[in-house]
């Protein structure tokens, strides 16, 4: 059977910031600019391009690690985007 994929597309309002978007559409901020190709902050009425990820979004703490919250670094890149982890991040957690 063919997958379609459906994209879901946003237009920033003004004054949003990329991370209230993000926690807006449970997704890593991470993953918003590598999709969307971002090099600077997104501006009011620029159109984004929302992930559409499987998986529970999830704030690291102190112990996590990207094995223990995704199987292994591999899938936390492939999840999140972003070699980048830090406690208090939001991250995409395999399902």
């Known amino acids: 059977m063919l997958k379609t994929v459906k994209r879901?597309?946003?237009?920033?309002k003004k004054g949003q910031t990329l991370k209230q978007i993000a926690n807006?559409?449970?997704v890593s901020e991470f993953?918003?600019?590598k999709v969307n190709h971002l090099t600077s902050p997104p501006?009011?009425?620029q159109i984004l391009q929302i992930?559409?990820?499987?998986g529970n979004v999830?704030?690291?703490?102190?112990?996590?690690?990207?094995?223990?919250?995704?199987?292994?670094e591999e899938n936390?890149?492939?999840?999140?985007?972003t070699d980048v982890f830090y406690i208090g991040?939001?991250?995409?957690?395999s399902t």
Do not use: H, W
């Not at 992930?51 to 499987?54: A, C, I």
């Not at 936390?76 to 985007?81: Q, S, V, W």
């Open 89 to 93: 991040m939001r991250v995409i957690l």
């Open 24 to 26: 807006y559409f449970s």
């Open 8 to 12: 879901q597309f946003y237009q920033v």
């Open 51 to 54: 992930p559409q990820e499987s």
């Open 43 to 45: 501006s009011a009425g």
């Open 76 to 81: 936390y890149f492939t999840k999140n985007g």
């Open 58 to 72: 999830y704030t690291v703490q102190e112990g996590d690690t990207k094995t223990l919250l995704c199987g292994s």
């Open 31 to 33: 993953l918003l600019v």
